[in-house]
């Protein structure tokens, strides 16, 4: 049995659908389009009957031009939305893999760019922060600046903490993690930090 005879095509899907759900109805939104940079995002929705306020499932396909075989680009949008589609009735109907037949032919066929396996250049490592500064890294603690954050933002029972602090042209400086609870009474008591001489953000204990 060939590899591609495990995914189900277009059409088989699409008649699947219709002998599951005969009075289903099935939408495409394009959320987001991008020309210019070549991708873009595609919302399905379906109801399995006319009746369903809510839909039974939402999917998503993205499509970027780039990973298309050069005689396929023109058609990017029409294939992501079919795409969509697609992927929404196997959602909502189970018993096969999302993607068609049609999909991993062209995945197969394009030689697509990882980012993720693609080196650029080695890391770099500083010993201090200020050797960082100097080569134009951003580093937390900044000598320089006193906007400093903390590697792991704290949180409290409502979440992960905001960092706050005083302008530059404030009588005293202040700084610390706050709640983001919008009701006051609620809110969790903050975690107050001073500025040091040395331009360093620390605990106030």
Not at 6 to 12: P, Q, R
Not at 31 to 41: D, M
Not at 165 to 194: I, L, M, N, R
């Amino acid at each position: 049995m060939a590899f591609m005879d495990n995914y189900e095509g277009n059409k088989e899907r699409t008649d699947r659908w219709l002998r599951t759900f005969p009075l289903g109805r099935l939408e495409a939104h394009i959320i987001e389009f991008n020309a210019e940079k070549g991708y873009v995002l595609v919302q399905a929705k379906a109801w399995r009957n006319q009746t369903e306020n809510d839909p039974a499932g939402v999917d998503f396909a993205f499509g970027y031009r780039e990973a298309y075989p050069e005689k396929m680009r023109r058609w990017m949008v029409e294939d992501t939305c079919t795409s969509a589609l697609m992927r929404v009735m196997a959602l909502v109907m189970g018993g096969t893999d999302k993607a068609t037949k049609e999909t991993m032919e062209i995945v197969n066929a394009a030689d697509v760019y990882d980012p993720w396996a693609t080196k650029h250049g080695d890391v770099p490592s500083y010993k201090t922060a200020v050797e960082a500064e100097q080569s134009g890294t951003p580093s937390f603690g900044s000598s320089e600046d006193s906007s400093w954050s903390a590697q792991v933002t704290p949180s409290c029972i409502h979440g992960d903490r905001r960092w706050n602090q005083s302008k530059p042209d404030a009588p005293k400086a202040w700084g610390g993690y706050f709640c983001t609870e919008k009701v006051k009474e609620k809110q969790c008591k903050p975690d107050w930090y001073v500025l040091r001489s040395t331009g360093q953000w620390e605990p106030q204990v």
